[in-house]
Nanobody, 127 residues
């Protein structure tokens, strides 16, 4: 059974940095691209960042480009999201997800391209 467990969320203030982690089990992690999405109350799930199985290619949502960095440690079965220069608009539940297809050299920004998903970790940023 595949499990994705996010951690690292918490409270912060504008300008702070946080690093989220997502530990995967039950899948051959080095074969799969990974992604982070977020969902704020009353809003749709939003693409944040994605990385291909090898880690060579990454992509970001427009609202986080230049501030967030996704990385992948295949030896630790973990994907990370380094978040810098946080602002209140980053307040959301952050989910990691594994790509449905393996060995893809393209990242996907569409949530339908990913399954399964973790339970999420809450990030709250105050002004």
């Amino acid at each position: 059974q595949v499990q994705l467990v996010e951690s690292g969320g918490g409270l912060g203030q504008t300008g702070d940095s946080l690093t989220l982690s997502c530990a995967a089990s039950g899948l051959t992690f080095n074969r799969y691209g990974m992604a982070w999405f977020r969902q704020a109350p009353g809003k749709e799930r939003e693409f944040v960042a994605a990385i291909t199985y090898s880690g060579r290619t990454t992509g970001y949502g427009d609202s986080v480009k230049g501030r967030f960095t996704i990385s992948k440690n295949n030896a630790k079965n973990t994907v990370y999201l380094q978040m810098n220069s946080l602002n209140p608009q980053a307040t959301a539940l952050y989910y990691c997800a594994a790509a449905r297809t393996y060995y893809s050299t393209t990242y996907y920004a569409n949530a339908n391209s990913y399954a399964p998903w973790g339970q999420g970790t809450q990030v709250t940023v105050s002004s």
